[in-house]
């Protein structure tokens, strides 16, 4: 090996190191570092530059703060100290260059033997290198971040190419292809690749998926005489997924996506280039072509890939926008608007990809107006979105500070996307909601707290929803309308029905009809001539409003059903009036959420409530709700009058939360968590409540405390709109007290069911308020059958003793969320833990659950897709896998136990319990399940009809699964159950 000197002097990474992750205890890895420097020498690496590296203090820094921050980094570089010290001598540059060239070498030899497990042996040996050499490059300041997705672009094409061509050499060798001895490989094969989204326009980031569409040109192709082209190219087409994506023991290449391919849900993963062009001529779509501006021919045969991207262009750039295309941009501008200036932007939980302020409104920024002037201006055709931003500034379509302030961000949230995934090689863009975990992210940021970081953050998503919200707004204008619209009189105005038209709703005279009807006093609400007065002030607003939503005749519907149910209009009109960018927000909500809309119906105070800026800062935490419970619960009269209040903050909250999830605060993942934590806080309060209540008239047990045990969806913090409370109530007290000690005495048993049965009346009685929520107490020991209350000790001797395995299933969920005080919660805990550390037989758990499975089954399960929690595949299927792994592996593996399904898989994956395959199906589900779950459950009231379903609905259900529109999102989902579905036999045997 060449010096130390030499290496430096080559521009190796280890001298060119500028910055650095932070570490919270950086003495914590100082032996880890030292050892694998050690392990790196002992196996053959050059000690002097072992040394030499280690001396500067810059690669210690970067070291420890990578280490402290990615255990998926920090897990490469144990497996391989000698790849470490290679990666950190070599120029990164001429590094990544041998890398490829090696990788090419590796598959040729591969294929003269065919030798399938060496060619993945191969890719998955150079993207493990890749991706280490990357993270360093990125985190140590070497390479840019557009370096870094450039790199990952490169590294992309270089495995696809290696596999295309490994396939295409082992089907001549079979004789099911003809290739000239001059054009080996599959350069002229007429198969084509297509890379789309961040990948054809290469700015892949550190563990993305690739989203490929694959195509063959008859003309072009060599397929020998009796063999179906198109057999055959489905067939070469899963072979090449198998190589990339299919997990093995040296791990995997790319998660690969072909979603993105027409009509995904009822064609072949490989289309001729003739039913591609018929299909994009006939049936493309506006969201197709926005999705073609990043396409590029990737692998196969590249010169017939960029032939039919030519072809395609008609399609994608349209010299002149049609009627249609112009409805298109401003369905989009609808979409742009819902929010607009509306609240600010919280950092924890927040989704920096499809969250407010996020990439996607920076790409979307650039797409929209590709579409419009790129038929025109060829030089906006470009695939990259900074190039893209600097032509629009060029032309003088955006000002230079705009593009500057969107290239800054968009650089700045990629950066950290990067770091997001750097942490456990998972394609999420979610930061963490605890906060201990966010401060995690900060330091391996390179921030030096959480406040600087959250400062950086807020003030980069305030600045994209800025420039996002205005765009449109100095761009000429497509189509105008007048606001003087006429809804008066017995025939519908011909201006006021075109106004309509050209406003977004496709039925003007039943929009005319509804108002009407309002300015007639249809409703108690606009019966007094003061509300009709305020009514036609608010009138143009409100029709402008329903305009801007994804569905204006359903949004201007659901307001017409909302009205109705409104005793008075006077101060709701003036609220709007008042208020435009509430105004907005009731229109989104009417276009998008039916289930809100009728709570708003009841409790108009809610409106009130929204205009806090504070509403979308962040999600309240526990000190802040009790706070606020305290504030309304004190202010009763009476203990009726709490119930009451407790019932007004308990609603208000929950409708926060929804309004938070539509409007893009917080991830739909975050609201299982919020929703939870409103339930805890009330429990716990109204616990508080209900003993001091009960202490007037019994006093109180001796050394008495009572522990409210929460099940199911509220102890796995996985809770919705909708969802019930599953409590056990446990109790212990002096075993020498008789009774209380009150004026009128009771046993200990009948005192602690009474103040059970007190709470559960308090938690599920309807008042004039309504409802708060209800009680399951089935989960208690002997169900329905046994007392409401349990003493401690008969608790841990049913669980020891008697419970049967669905039951320690359940208290798998099981944790405490109130109690009086003392010690209870810890020795609640503590016995908890003890049940389900015990050694079980895998077969007869195993055994049970599938029996439990298949009576779900029968009783409740469905075919339906969107039976998210009955379907195979679904909810019922997840929640079942992650139960039976906690059982059979606790006695080992404690740290695995959580109540919440997808943390507890993510310990699983840790612990090594279920493999990296098994984990990209299971930690994707149960978070697609659960957003979808979430969204449903705070827009609709039972079963969703999703022929019958609102546009907007759909949207957002396709925003939550980070789908291009709702039929792919369904597509995705089915192959989603099917995967989880297929993979219960596999894990639950």
């Given at each position: ?348 939980g927040h989704n920096i990809k499809l969250g407010r302020g996020g990439i996607r409104e920076i790409e979307f920024f650039t797409q929209t107006q590709q579409l419009i002037a790129g038929g025109r201006q060829r030089d906006l055709r470009s695939r990259q979105t900074l190039q893209t931003l600097e032509t629009l500034a060029e032309r003088g379509w955006i000002k230079d500070d705009v593009r500057t ?448 499975r298949e009576r779900v089954f029968a009783e409740k399960g469905s075919p339906d897709i969107w039976n998210l929690k009955h379907v195979r595949g679904g909810l019922v299927d997840l929640e079942f ?109």
């Amino acid at each position: 090996m060449a010096s130390a000197d030499r290496i430096e002097d080559s521009g190796a990474l280890f001298a060119r190191i500028g910055d650095w992750p932070k570490a919270a205890a950086p003495e914590r890895w100082e032996s880890d570092i030292a050892e694998l420097g050690a392990a790196a020498q002992a196996q053959g690496f050059d000690a002097v530059a072992v040394r030499e590296i280690l001396d500067r203090p810059e690669i210690k820094s970067l070291l420890t703060g990578t280490f402290a921050g990615s255990p998926y980094l920090t897990g490469l570089a144990r497996r391989n100290p000698v790849r470490l010290f290679r990666i950190l001598a070599a120029n990164p540059e001429e590094h990544f260059g041998a890398l490829k060239v090696a990788l090419g070498k590796a598959a040729a030899e591969a294929a003269k033997s065919g030798d399938q497990a060496a060619v993945m042996r191969a890719l998955r040996e150079f993207k493990s290198e890749v991706a280490l050499l990357t993270a360093l490059a990125d985190l140590g300041g070497v390479w840019p971040v557009m370096t870094v997705t450039r790199v990952l672009t490169e590294t992309a094409d270089a495995a696809l190419r290696a596999g295309v061509d490994y396939l295409f050499t082992k089907a001549a060798a079979k004789g099911e292809w003809i290739a000239p001895p001059d054009e080996p490989g599959a350069l002229a094969s007429g198969y084509i690749v297509l890379g789309m989204g961040k990948y054809g326009a290469g700015e892949l980031n550190y563990s993305s998926d690739i989203d490929l569409i694959v195509f063959f040109d008859r003309d072009r192709m060599r397929v020998k005489d009796g063999i179906e082209p198109q057999t055959f190219f489905v067939r070469l087409t899963r072979e090449l997924i198998k190589l990339i994506q299919e997990h093995t023991a040296d791990g995997y290449v790319f998660r690969t996506d072909l979603r993105l391919r027409p009509d995904a849900g009822a064609t072949q993963i490989a289309m001729s280039t003739d039913a591609a062009m018929a299909y994009y001529e006939s049936f493309g779509q506006n969201w197709e072509r926005a999705a073609f501006i990043k396409a590029r021919a990737v692998a196969g045969d590249l010169i017939a890939g960029d032939a039919l991207l030519r072809e395609l262009q008609p399609f994608i750039w349209r010299k002149y926008l049609d009627f249609a295309a112009i409805a298109d941009v401003h369905a989009m501008k609808r979409q742009i608007n819902a929010f607009k200036g509306f609240g600010k932007i919280g950092v924890a939980g927040h989704n920096i990809k499809l969250g407010r302020g996020g990439i996607r409104e920076i790409e979307f920024f650039t797409q929209t107006q590709q579409l419009i002037a790129g038929g025109r201006q060829r030089d906006l055709r470009s695939r990259q979105t900074l190039q893209t931003l600097e032509t629009l500034a060029e032309r003088g379509w955006i000002k230079d500070d705009v593009r500057t302030d969107l290239e800054s961000a968009y650089c700045f949230l990629r950066r950290i996307e990067h770091r997001l995934q750097m942490v456990a090689d998972e394609q999420t863009q979610l930061l963490p909601d605890d906060p201990e975990r966010l401060e995690r992210v900060a330091l391996f940021s390179g921030y030096r707290d959480l406040p600087e970081f959250s400062a950086a953050m807020t003030a980069v998503l305030e600045k994209v929803q800025t420039h996002y919200a205005a765009l449109f707004e100095d761009m000429p204008t497509l189509t105008g309308h007048g606001s003087n619209m006429v809804f008066a009189g017995g025939e519908d105005d011909p201006e006021t029905v075109a106004a309509l038209k050209e406003m977004g709703f496709s039925q003007p005279s039943t929009v005319i009809a509804t108002v009407r009807g309002w300015h007639h006093g249809r409703y108690a609400a606009v019966r007094s001539p003061r509300s009709r007065e305020r009514l036609t002030e608010v009138q143009p607003l409100l029709i402008e409003a329903f305009s801007s939503t994804i569905d204006p005749d359903a949004a201007i519907a659901t307001f017409d059903r909302f009205l109705s149910k409104v005793p008075t209009g006077v101060q709701l009109f003036s609220l709007l009036r008042a208020h435009p960018a509430l105004l907005q927000l009731v229109a989104h909500i009417m276009g998008s959420a039916p289930r809100l809309a009728n709570v708003l119906s009841r409790r108009r105070r809610l409106l009130d409530a929204v205009l806090d800026p504070r509403t979308y800062a962040s999600r309240p935490s526990a000190d802040e709700l009790d706070e606020v419970i305290a504030t309304e619960l004190d202010a009763a009269a009476d203990f009726q009058g709490m119930l009451d209040s407790a019932r007004i903050v308990g609603s208000e909250q929950k409708f926060l939360i929804g309004v938070r999830v539509l409007s893009g605060t917080i991830d739909a993942s975050m609201a299982g968590g919020a929703y939870a934590l409103i339930a805890e806080r009330l429990i716990a309060a109204l616990l508080k409540a209900v003993e001091e209540e009960l202490a007037k008239t019994h006093g109180r047990v001796p050394g008495s405390e009572v522990a409210v045990i929460a099940m199911g969806k509220l102890g796995g913090r996985e809770m919705t709109a909708a969802s019930d409370l599953d409590l056990i109530v446990v109790y212990d007290y002096d075993p020498e007290a008789q009774e209380s000690d009150g004026a009128k005495s009771l046993p200990p048993t009948q005192y602690f069911a009474r103040l059970t049965q007190r709470l559960i009346s308090a938690l599920s009685a309807h008042t004039s308020e309504g409802n708060l929520y209800d009680v399951d107490m089935r989960l208690r020991p002997s169900g329905q059958q046994g007392p409401v209350a349990t003493k401690l000790s008969s608790f841990l001797a049913y669980q020891t003793k008697e419970a049967w395995t669905w039951e320690h299933m359940a208290l798998v969920r099981a944790r405490v969320v109130a109690t009086t005080g003392g010690t209870i919660s810890a020795r609640v805990g503590r016995a908890i833990c003890d049940v389900l550390m015990r050694e079980r037989d895998r077969g007869k758990i195993a055994a049970d659950v599938r029996e439990m499975r298949e009576r779900v089954f029968a009783e409740k399960g469905s075919p339906d897709i969107w039976n998210l929690k009955h379907v195979r595949g679904g909810l019922v299927d997840l929640e079942f896998m992650a139960q039976f792994l906690e059982l059979i592996h606790a006695h080992k593996h404690s740290a695995i136990l959580d109540q919440t399904t997808y943390t507890a898989f993510e310990r699983m994956r840790e612990a090594g319990l279920i493999d990296a395959r098994q984990a990209d199906i299971l930690l994707p589900a149960t978070r697609l399940i659960h957003n979808l779950t979430q969204v449903l459950r705070i827009c609709t009231d039972g079963r969703f009809d999703r022929d019958a379903a609102p546009l907007g609905l759909k949207e957002l259900l396709a925003r939550a699964g980070d789908a291009p529109t709702f039929a792919i999102l369904e597509e995705h989902l089915k192959s989603t159950l099917n995967a989880v579905s297929e993979l219960f036999d596999e894990i639950v045997s």
